[in-house]
């Protein structure tokens, strides 16, 4: 007889789960009561951790989870508390960001300060011979930084882990805009442009690490043209794959071959390609069945399928890190994973300027404080 009972009770159990996930993906009301009372998806400003903004001049970032300021020379790291984890005195007037997973690189912008930071301690400083214009850094803490200034148009500059410079590219005719190192440390590309003609052209080319340290000469392996003389406008490696944005479409590249993943028409209001795997834009909905006017969709890179989250009015703004969305829609900000999921739902009584994300924690950013949610 308890056996019977507790075969009974779990039945009723199994079809309980299987009518709450039936009616969470299937009606829309009660989505919206379970992301609020059971899974606490809507949040408020005032119940979040808060950390004070001195100037609005702050240098703020976040990568892991962790939220940075640099004010006065002084990189101060916090956790998704608020909590001051350490303090890191660097030389940078403009400072500029880059991370992935555990590593930041921060550098002077215009300058020649460049650090290299893994979790919260400082791996390695240095002083670039020129001024610094792009800088990217890889899960492994490989580092490329891009330097003007000097009798080149562009020095391509990689370091290792532990600050042993790797090689140098000379770009003497064309100016380097993007930099992205593979997961492997093998390979290093870069999108160049050519301003010296009436028309600006652009192109990539990936270099060969080893074939950079033993034949420079033939260290440019693959170069990418793109059609009919599109602007690149950023690049980032998705396993060994590279993906381009260009003005008009998006790219991947590899092995010396192109593949079109999709096209950015004037219905498309933002894009971005920093969503590992992922492609996220929003756009405004074309169709005309759908409710919503406006729709974050997210694109897999591999088989192009797509999911779709709506939104309920126009959007102000789109952040993205490695894996969260993040959506300004003025006093509030929607965050979702890379299958358009929500994840949290923030309001507030006042607009903010930007938001911050890193791959668990998203600072909201007001004049004089940040607000850390944790994701």
Same mark, same amino acid.
């Given at each position: +007889? ?21 009616? $969470? ?8 009561? +379970?992301?609020?009372? !059971? ?13 004070? !903004? ?21 990189? &101060?790291? $916090?956790?998704?508390?608020?909590? =001051? ?17 555990? #590593? ?13 930071? #893994? ?8 002083? %670039? ?6 800088? &990217? ?20 500059? +990689? ?10 590219? #000379? ?26 003609? &009436? !028309?600006?052209? @652009? ?16 260290? !440019?392996? $693959? ?13 980032? #490696? ?45 756009? =405004? ?5 759908? @409710?919503? =006017?406006?729709?974050?969709? &997210? ?14 009015? %126009? ?35 006042? @607009? ?13 950013? $007001? ?9």
């Amino acid at each position: +007889m308890k056996k019977k009972i507790l075969i009974i009770i779990g039945i009723i159990l199994i079809i309980g789960i299987i009518t709450i996930i039936s009616l $969470y993906f299937a009606n829309e009301n009660a989505r919206d009561w +379970m992301d609020e009372y !059971i899974f606490r998806k809507n949040i408020e400003e005032e119940d979040l951790p808060t950390i004070q !903004i001195e100037s609005e001049k702050a240098g703020i970032y976040a990568y892991d989870n962790h939220i940075v300021i640099l004010q006065n020379n002084v990189l &101060t790291i $916090y956790n998704t508390s608020g909590k =001051e984890e350490t303090k890191i005195n660097v030389t940078i007037n403009n400072p500029i960001f880059d991370s992935e997973g555990k #590593y930041l690189i921060v550098a002077d912008k215009g300058g020649q300060n460049a650090y290299l930071i #893994y979790n919260t301690s400082l791996q390695w400083q240095k002083t %670039m011979e020129g001024n610094i214009n792009n800088i &990217t850094v890889n899960k492994n803490g490989a580092t490329g930084i891009v330097i003007s200034g000097t009798t080149y148009k562009s020095v391509i500059v +990689m370091y290792g882990i532990t600050g042993e410079e790797e090689f140098k590219t #000379y770009l003497s005719s064309t100016i380097a805009t993007s930099i992205a190192i593979s997961n492997d440390n093998q390979y290093l590309s870069f999108s160049e442009a050519n301003t010296s003609g &009436t !028309i600006i052209t @652009s192109e990539v080319k990936t270099i060969s690490v080893s074939k950079a340290k033993s034949t420079p000469a033939e260290a !440019i392996i $693959y170069t990418y043209n793109p059609e009919n003389n599109s602007l690149i406008i950023n690049i980032r #490696y998705s396993d060994e794959a590279l993906i381009c944005q260009y003005d008009n479409s998006v790219y991947k590249l590899a092995d010396g071959n192109s593949e079109k993943l999709l096209d950015v028409d004037d219905k498309v209001l933002f894009l971005d390609i920093s969503l590992q795997n992922y492609i996220c834009k929003i756009q =405004e909905n074309s169709t005309g069945i759908l @409710s919503s =006017e406006y729709e974050v969709k &997210t694109i897999n890179e591999k088989n192009s399928n797509e999911t779709t989250y709506l939104l309920e009015q %126009m959007p102000k703004n789109l952040f993205v890190s490695d894996n969260i969305i993040a959506v300004n829609m003025g006093n509030e900000a929607i965050f979702l994973n890379h299958s358009a999921w929500l994840l949290k739902h923030f309001s507030s009584r006042q @607009s903010y300027k930007s938001i911050v994300l890193g791959d668990s924690i998203a600072g909201i950013v $007001y004049r004089d404080r940040i607000e850390i949610i944790s994701l």
